[in-house]
Antibody
Framework: QVQLQESGPGLVKPSGTLSLTCAVSGGSISSSNWWSWVRQPPGKGLEWIGE???????NYNPSLKSRVTISVDKSKNQFSLKLSSVTAADTAVYYC????????????????WGQGTLVTVSS | SYELTQPPSMSVSPGQTASITCSGDKLGDKYAYWYQQKPGQSPVLVIY???QRPSGIPERFSGSNSGNTATLTISGTQAMDEADYYCQPWDSNSYVFGTGTKVTVL
């Protein structure tokens, strides 16, 4: 059973870069799935950030595209998120998730999710 | 960008039926997925491809999707179903979440 675990600093200074890693266990990141990042500001709804395939292909939320980079490390079975020029508005719980679908490599639903990690942007 | 609208909140009595709607332009032309999120927890998939239940999800959860509206129905609602619910389709290389509905069981 695939499990995901986020890790990274819980506090980032304004104008800095947020960096998180998602470790995949119980399965291979080179499987026929996309891998995504989703965030949730405190008390608010869910927002998709972007996704990556093991080939390195990426898609990003247009509203964040200029600041987001998602990369994959197949040797470590993990993928990572970098969000630059952060402000207080980027304070959120950040989740990583596998994109599942009936058709291999297609888009679909998020399952499973990691437990999430709170990142606070503050000086 | 594609926008989805859900009622912010709803209340339901134990044993009654809760119907949560998600509205978006031609939503019925896309697959809808639904997530349940309890306080302090990660979202959990409860419906995929409009009306399919993942293993382990109780039969009281069902879904439909037609026209501009997808609906998640909880039949015989139980106290443990109190949570936030989000819809999510995939559209043009982007995933969008609904605004979320807080379901209170009282």
């Amino acid at each position: 059973q695939v499990q995901l675990q986020e890790s990274g600093p819980g506090l980032v200074k304004p104008s800095g870069t947020l960096s998180l890693t998602c470790a995949v266990s119980g399965g291979s990141i080179s499987s026929s799935n996309w891998w995504s990042w989703v965030r949730q500001p405190p008390g608010k709804g869910l927002e998709w950030i972007g996704e990556i395939y093991h080939s390195g292909s990426t898609n990003y939320n247009p509203s964040l595209k200029s600041r987001v980079t998602i990369s994959v490390d197949k040797s470590k079975n993990q993928f990572s998120l970098k969000l630059s020029s952060v402000t207080a508005a980027d304070t959120a719980v950040y989740y990583c998730a596998r994109v599942s679908s009936v058709v291999p490599a297609a888009r679909g639903w998020f399952d499973p999710w990691g437990q999430g990690t709170l990142v606070t942007v503050s000086s | 960008s594609y926008e989805l609208t859900q009622p912010p909140s709803m209340s339901v009595s134990p044993g009654q039926t809760a119907s949560i709607t998600c509205s978006g332009d031609k939503l019925g032309d896309k697959y809808a997925y639904w997530y349940q999120q309890k306080p302090g927890q990660s979202p959990v998939l409860v419906i995929y491809q409009d009306n399919q239940r993942p293993s382990g999800i109780p039969e009281r959860f069902s879904g439909s999707n037609s026209g501009n509206t997808a609906t998640l129905t909880i039949s015989g609602t139980q106290a443990m179903d109190e949570a936030d619910y989000y819809c999510q389709p995939w559209d043009s290389n982007s995933y969008v979440f609904g605004t979320g509905t807080k379901v209170t069981v009282l």
